[in-house]
């Protein structure tokens, strides 16, 4: 019997979780857009070197995330990380740039989907239609979807997924059928730490943006302590194996030497070109619906997080208390659903008023912000591990989950920050001086949080001191 604001415990299971992190991912999204460009502006035949890399930096975070997962369990993730470890007002600030990078993303995809449905059926059917109408009418599909059983949409999610990136290992293994020369100079250290390493680092560890997602349903897994672990892992490695493979197959079919300069030609039909000649016209056709589900997928996957971000700390007598009401019947946060759609909606038709493009505009300043926003948060929650367990010294974990690991990724986390910020002009597409006001939202952001913390603290201090209790832990 649902009480009103529960999640429905015990609804998912180990692989649907998975497709949750993994379709945030959207891989064919970051094969198609982000590679090429990756291999244009970062560093050429090291990308496949540059994503093992990323994996390697958040499978160390990893360590530290998952050993904290396993005492506390909520669907806040990050924003209840914080606070269990670094306190109410930190908390406040993470919760602040996690809705911040969420409602960020999801713009740039939702816009990415309208003007890709928009390019495909002018160009197939001679439908001319405004991009933003397929943005809008995307949006009302994925609400239905967020109010619905949650296991359903993992279930279609998970469908999506696998033809997703079935199609580009379909690309990949006829290029191995192909007479290539087998190199390794992708995984040489000389080639990977090139002068734009840190460019292709950006663009690899953007490629994992939204494997929180397993914490974030820990609520309503069937073992959260188990399941919560197992997915991110296994989800970490197959997004880093699927981008390391299909990287170093597309740089082994152009070459080492080459590589850079053939993507350079024309990045957004260098993909498109690879796979008609390996395989024909038709799988272009194919990759192109295809693109357009993985971006609904995608954009399912931040919709359900962002909800349980709203749905969390509403619960927590931080926001409008309506959010913390879960649906009678599929026990899902319907009301944050709703709300958090119609906000993207109105986005979209603000947007679409003011007349901007839906790919220069919205997608690469929301996309670019998202990523800086993302990998922030990250690095708060490394710090937030460390001192959760300096304070909990009585719990059994090791030294390298509870210090080591999240010491090096926070360091691992702020550095490609700061390649993040000193990049904002390549990362999106834009040189006015413009771009630099996004660090210094995220700054304003935080700060706000700490500010907000502090006030609580003084003027409502059993909210403050009560938001410690409402995390359940195990």
């Known amino acids: 019997m649902n009480n009103g604001n529960n999640l429905k415990k015990g609804s998912l299971g180990l692989w649907t979780v998975v497709f949750f992190v993994v379709a945030a991912a959207s891989p064919l999204t970051g094969v198609v857009g982000a590679m090429p460009l990756n291999f244009m502006l970062g560093n050429g035949a090291g990308v496949p070197g540059s994503f093992g890399v990323a994996a390697?930096?958040?499978?160390?975070?990893?360590?530290?995330?998952?050993?904290?997962?396993?005492?506390?369990?909520?669907?806040?993730?990050?924003?209840?990380?914080?606070?269990?470890?670094?306190?109410?007002?930190?908390?406040?600030s993470g919760l602040s740039v996690a809705m911040?990078?969420?409602?960020?993303?999801?713009?740039?995809?939702?816009?990415?989907?309208?003007?890709?449905?928009?390019?495909?059926?002018?160009?197939?059917?001679?439908?001319?239609?405004?991009?933003?109408?397929?943005?809008l009418a995307m949006q009302a599909v994925v609400i239905l979807l967020g109010i619905a059983k949650v296991e359903i949409g993992g279930k279609i999610l998970g469908i999506l997924m696998i033809l997703e990136v079935g199609i580009i290992l379909l690309v990949?293994?006829?290029?191995?059928?192909?007479?290539?020369?087998?190199?390794?100079?992708?995984?040489?250290p000389s080639t990977i730490f090139t002068s734009h390493f840190g460019i292709s680092m950006v663009f690899a560890i953007s490629s994992f943006i939204g494997f929180e997602a397993a914490a974030i349903y820990s609520e309503e897994c069937v073992?959260?302590?188990?399941?919560?672990?197992?997915?991110?892992?296994?989800?970490?490695?197959l997004i880093a194996i699927f981008f390391v493979f299909t990287s170093w197959s597309f740089t082994l079919y152009s070459s080492s030497r080459s590589i850079s300069a053939i993507a350079s030609k024309d990045p957004g039909m260098y993909v498109y070109d690879v796979a008609t000649t390996v395989l024909g016209k038709w799988s272009v056709d194919v990759m192109s619906v295809l693109l357009l589900t993985s971006l609904f997928a995608a954009t399912q996957a931040f919709h359900n997080s962002l909800a349980r971000y709203m749905y969390t700390i509403s619960r927590d007598g931080l926001f409008w208390s309506k959010l913390s009401q879960t649906h009678t019947k599929h026990q899902t946060p319907y009301i944050a659903s709703i709300v958090q759609g119609i906000i993207m909606m109105l986005s979209i038709v603000l947007f679409a008023l003011m007349h901007f493009d839906p790919m220069i505009d919205i997608f690469s300043w929301c996309s670019a912000f998202g990523s800086m926003a993302i990998l922030a948060l990250q690095f708060g929650v490394s710090l937030a591990v460390i001192s959760y367990f300096l304070k909990n010294k009585e719990l059994k974990v090791s030294l390298w989950s509870r210090l080591i690991a999240p010491a090096l990724s926070s360091i691992g986390m702020v550095l490609t920050l700061y390649l993040v910020i000193k990049n904002l002009d390549i990362m999106s597409g834009s040189n006015s001086p413009m771009i630099y006001i996004m660090p210094a939202i995220l700054f304003l952001s935080i700060i706000l949080g700490l500010i907000i913390g502090a006030f609580l603290k003084r003027k409502h201090t059993h909210l403050y001191n009560n938001i410690y209790s409402l995390v359940k832990k195990i």
């Open 56 to 92: 390697l930096l958040l499978i160390i975070f990893s360590f530290g995330f998952i050993a904290m997962s396993k005492y506390v369990v909520n669907a806040g993730a990050f924003y209840t990380y914080i606070v269990q470890g670094l306190g109410v007002g930190p908390g406040i």
């Open 172 to 188: 990949d293994i006829a290029i191995f059928q192909k007479p290539i020369d087998l190199e390794f100079t992708s995984f040489q």
């Open 100 to 135: 911040l990078a969420y409602t960020a993303i999801q713009l740039s995809v939702t816009a990415m989907f309208g003007f890709f449905t928009q390019h495909l059926l002018t160009s197939h059917l001679g439908i001319d239609i405004p991009w933003w109408i397929y943005a």
């Open 223 to 237: 073992n959260p302590k188990k399941i919560v672990s197992r997915a991110t892992f296994i989800a970490v490695f």
